[in-house]
């Protein structure tokens, strides 16, 4: 059990500095890597499912979100169009992203077919947590009144694509790095469970 919990303050330590370093520019530069929040949030249900106070793990990552969001705002200028009544919402996005990864927890193994569920259930739930943030904008933002949802839709929905592109290269890396981890550890073989 005590190998259990230090890999998962390990996992804990990695997913928060994920979303430190990667949190001030949503889409990337040159110089920065796209966000990772949605992956952070969707790896800490999957890695975490069975972790003792899996609960404030969540309202830590949160907590953190806002802090970083905070200061990239008041310190380093970043906009702040995004901060209306309906940023409260992000909490259900990301809750979205937590539980799918819970769920899919002990379904995932090393096997192929697993792999490919993982990339199938990360994918719907960024879906969701895509639909859920910009329905909440939409609607609680005050910035839309004069826009139909129709119009509100089609300018939202090109920006899909990569909203879940970035989700699963994160997943992908994270998985990846797993996989590694186990194989130097001799410890991969067919049907290993992940979490």
Not at 72 to 81: E, K, L, P
Not at 108 to 124: D, N, Q, W
Not at 141 to 168: C, D, F, H, I, P
């Amino acid at each position: 059990m005590k190998i259990f919990e230090n890999r998962s303050w390990m996992i804990i330590a990695g997913l928060l500095l994920a979303m430190a370093l990667t949190r001030f520019n949503h889409f990337g530069s040159s110089v920065a890597l796209p966000d990772a929040s949605l992956a952070v949030f969707f790896l800490a249900g999957l890695y975490l499912a069975k972790f003792n106070g899996a609960h404030w793990v969540f309202i830590t990552l949160l907590a953190e979100a806002a802090l970083v969001d905070y200061f990239a705002i008041t310190i380093d200028g970043v906009s702040n169009w995004c901060v209306t009544p309906a940023y409260g919402f992000l909490a259900f996005a990301y809750g979205a992203m937590w539980f799918a990864g819970n769920w899919f927890a002990p379904r995932h193994t090393l096997t192929g077919k697993s792999l490919f569920e993982i990339f199938t259930v990360a994918t719907a739930a960024t879906t969701l947590a895509f639909i859920i943030s910009n329905v909440s904008f939409f609607l609680f933002s005050g910035r839309y009144a004069e826009m139909s949802a129709l119009e509100y839709t089609s300018r939202v929905v090109q920006y899909l694509g990569s909203y879940v592109a970035v989700a699963l290269m994160y997943v992908a890396c994270a998985v990846a790095a797993h996989m590694v981890v186990l194989l130097l550890k001799g410890k991969a073989h067919s049907g290993s469970h992940v979490v």
